[in-house]
């Protein structure tokens, strides 16, 4: 498993949203992208990230960075998570954990997915890397604060 370093060239990817469309890291060049590993739709910690990116998602936007969520449901629980909670950002489906392997997303307590964001700058290296299991609020005021560095540089 690749582990990934702030300053790394982001790699490259391809993958299903919830709607079988195919979405890449070619179409967020010059934007910043908040690509977030997380374990399981509907779970309690992953629930509260979600509606928390969600809560925040127009600083996000005003920002000038996208949100894409990964994880290894399948699109039809995608589509319900992002219904229930009304998310307005893409969630990508992972179910074999290419991704997460790319991207060097772990298990946790050697079973469950890992929680890691990472911070992809507009020229599409990794920025900024945060991992957390539990604390996934931490996730988001990370980002935040990283974007509000980036947003400004060339």
């Known amino acids: 498993m690749t582990k990934l370093k702030v300053g790394d060239q982001a790699p490259d990817w391809e993958a299903q949203d919830s709607h079988g469309k195919t979405v890449g890291l070619k179409q967020f060049e010059g934007k ?10 509907g779970s309690s910690v992953c629930t509260a990230q979600a509606c928390e990116l969600r809560d ?18 399948d699109a039809e629980s995608h589509l319900e998570f992002t ?4 998310l307005p950002f893409t969630l990508l489906t992972d179910e074999k954990g ?3 392997k ?27 890397i945060y991992s957390s299991l539990l604390n ?19």
């Open 56 to 73: 925040k998602y127009e600083q996000f936007i005003k920002a000038g960075a996208e949100v894409v969520g990964v994880s290894s449901d």
């Open 102 to 128: 790319t991207y060097g997303v772990g298990k946790e307590l050697l079973f469950l997915p890992g929680r890691t964001t990472f911070i992809i700058d507009k020229h599409q290296k990794i920025a900024h």
């Open 32 to 41: 910043i992208l908040v690509f977030y590993f997380y374990p399981k739709d």
């Open 136 to 154: 996934a609020s931490k996730h988001v005021s990370e980002s935040l604060e990283m974007i509000e560095k980036l947003k400004n540089e060339n």
């Open 83 to 86: 219904s229930k909670y009304k």
């Open 98 to 100: 290419k991704l997460a």
